[in-house]
């Protein structure tokens, strides 16, 4: 009832002729006085189910509040959903003789499934209401419609139009609704939401929103053997991606950079790994990090020491190289400098070591098995 008259206050402000700074004694006690009709009418649309889809349950609980806007004299229509498989959407216009243009949005869906009513009703213990979506946000419908029946008693007009909407897809982003709300909205001055406040129902005069972003990223295929640094990784790319869409939040920013920075290092490992260059100072100067954090980093996450990872993936490749029958033109010291060796002596005594054999050996071997 508090968020009821708080409601009905910030209306009031909307229109600068009958602002007021102390308590509207008439108002205050209208409110009081609705309060069982309040409760009746909470009880009776809670009592609905009206989870996110479920187009029965939503158009019960519009086809109710339609009728009691009807008998304010609201002009009602019907929205279809934007999205299938949704409820309508119901639109209240109201008529006054001023000059604001109030706009007033609410939501019926819940997040609660079917059968929940039969489960746990509306019940009131003590100085609380209980039941499926009593909070979020049937109260808060409810706060709209005791508060325009309050304006219409006290013949209130002084606005232009007050619309009120009670939309049916809020709880999965407003799937149904996103481009009645924008048309709406450039058509009015100031919007009230019925989502719950703060304790002890305070009106919350800003808060975040959320979006869904889609981002597609495209890499550049290349030959892994041949010319890696031609290619372009799209995992790279959708985690740099990602980082930046953290925005100006720079705890946020700071997280994102920190939780991602091992993956970022494996994947820019997997881009430089041929390159003889590539040495742990390297790696750490493309990540903005010193060598100690890079150490620390890799050994979290890590068996091997990061110089020893680097030798046995180079091996790896090498060892594919050598089995390939397009390769066996190229001498063992190409291959090994490729693959990001410098020294063939070193190559062929860390190849023996992970393999058992030379080089030689195994390019013996695998022309035998093809």
């Keep these: 009832m508090k968020t009821a008259l708080a409601l009905l206050c910030a209306i009031l402000v909307a229109a600068p002729a009958l602002a007021a700074p102390k308590r509207n004694d008439k108002l205050y006690a209208a409110v009081q006085a609705s309060r069982d009709g309040y409760l009746a009418l909470l009880r009776d649309i809670v009592n609905i189910d009206s989870g996110t889809g479920d187009v029965a349950g939503g158009a019960k609980v519009t086809a109710l509040l339609s009728t009691q806007l009807k ?32 706009l007033v949005i609410a939501h019926v869906d819940t997040v609660f499934g079917p059968g929940t009513v039969s489960t746990r009703p509306f019940s009131i213990q003590g100085d609380r209401a209980h039941g499926p979506g009593v909070g979020d946000e ?38 149904g609704t996103q481009k009645l709300i924008r048309a709406l909205a450039v058509q ?13 129902d305070v009106i919350t005069v800003w808060r975040k929103g959320s979006a869904n972003v889609h981002i597609q990223v495209k890499g550049r295929a290349a030959h892994a053997g041949v010319a890696p640094q031609d290619g372009r990784n799209a995992a790279t790319e959708l985690v740099r991606a990602l980082i930046v869409s953290t925005g100006a939040d720079l705890d946020r920013q700071h997280s994102a950079i920190t939780d991602s920075l091992p993956l970022r290092i494996r994947l820019y490992l997997g881009d430089h790994l041929r390159e003889p260059s590539l ?26 020491s990061l110089s020893q990872w680097i030798i ?59």
């Design 71 to 102: 008998e304010l004299g609201a002009d009602i229509r019907t929205e279809p959903a934007e999205a299938p498989g949704l409820p309508d959407n119901l639109v209240a216009v109201f008529h006054g003789t001023g000059k604001g243009r109030i």
């Design 138 to 175: 049937k109260a808060g419908v409810v706060n709209a419609v005791m508060a325009l029946k309050i304006l219409h008693d006290m013949g209130f007009k002084n606005f232009a139009t007050i619309t009120f909407l009670v939309e049916t897809s809020e709880e999965r982003g407003s799937t």
């Design 188 to 200: 009015h001055d100031v919007e009230f939401n019925m989502e719950p406040g703060d304790a002890p």
């Design 279 to 304: 040495t742990p100072a390297k790696i750490a100067a493309a990540h903005h990090i010193s060598l100690r954090q890079l150490y620390n980093v890799w050994s979290r996450t890590n068996e091997q």
């Design 312 to 370: 046995t993936q180079r091996l790896i490749a090498a060892r594919g190289e050598l089995a390939r029958p397009d390769a066996a033109a190229h001498t063992i010291s190409a291959i090994a400098r490729h693959c990001g060796f410098i020294d063939t002596a070193h190559f062929a005594r860390k190849f023996r070591e992970a393999y058992g054999m030379s080089p030689r050996e195994w390019r013996s071997i695998a022309r035998q098995q093809l």
